[in-house]
């Protein structure tokens, strides 16, 4: 396996172990479909009734469970396997049932263009490398399905010490964005380079969303990115929708 894979496979199955059952099953159970660390409400996907989904670095597949709710057929991708023995234990509870495969969401086994809809919340989208998951997704896509992504807002990135959430102040360069090392390998590109990341996939870009915590979002106790108080003043994430364009 590439050493990076392995490192953060690695990680994620320490993380695991301190992302209770009952916190899994609370993102099971949430209303709706929801985006991100404060629980924005969808406002960007196309009606899911039949449609069939790819999530690329799924985790604990919830946000795959909120898509099925809403009539779509998903299939959920994650590289670590005690995240999908987490997300099989929701299924059991739930009922909710979809597939669910262990992966690389930069090599699917999976053929390509079956899916009318890729997304990734948190998931390939900051923990792969754009040039190599993006022409996946637009692999797996049919022409003109769409893509949506959540990732750090560029803002909050740069804001963000090496270690807790996001400060007031700048404090790293715009330069140090890209290839990133906190606990795990992650990458968080700036604006231009998502740009040309897509582009070069076959996409085009249709949306950029900067999103803000509501002003009832509940406090998070399980990532970093940001706290409260900071995300209701500044994007902590962007919302990203593009298209497969060609044939």
Known sequence: MDPELGHNRALW???????????????????????????????????????????????????SAALARAGAQPIAI????????????CQLETGIRFPLIQADAQAVP??????????????????????RWLPEAARLLKPGGLLVFLVNSVLSTLC????????????????????????????HPSHSEWIAALTAAGFAVEALHELTAPADAPDHEFYEIADVPWAQR???EDLW????VGS
């Not at 999976?110 to 040039?131: F, I, K, Q, T």
């Not at 963000?160 to 990458?187: C, K, N, Q, S, W």
């Not at 929708?241 to 497969?244: E, F, G, I, S």
């Open 13 to 63: 199955t320490l993380l695991n172990h301190c992302y209770t059952a009952d916190a899994a099953m609370h993102m099971w159970q949430r209303d709706g479909i929801r985006w991100g660390l404060f629980g924005v409400p969808d406002f960007v996907l196309p009606s899911l009734d039949g449609r069939a989904v790819v999530e690329l670095g799924a985790g604990t597949a919830f946000f």
């Open 78 to 89: 994650d590289l670590n396997e005690d995240q999908l023995a987490t997300a099989r234990n």
């Open 110 to 131: 999976l053929a390509g263009g079956r899916a009318d809809l890729v997304v990734s919340e948190h998931g390939a989208s900051v923990w792969c490398d754009p040039w």
């Open 160 to 187: 963000a010490p090496d270690t807790g959430p996001a400060t007031p102040h700048l404090v790293r360069a715009h330069g140090d964005l890209g290839r990133m090392t906190f606990d795990g390998i992650e990458y």
């Open 234 to 236: 500044w994007p902590a």
């Open 241 to 244: 929708v593009a298209r497969r």
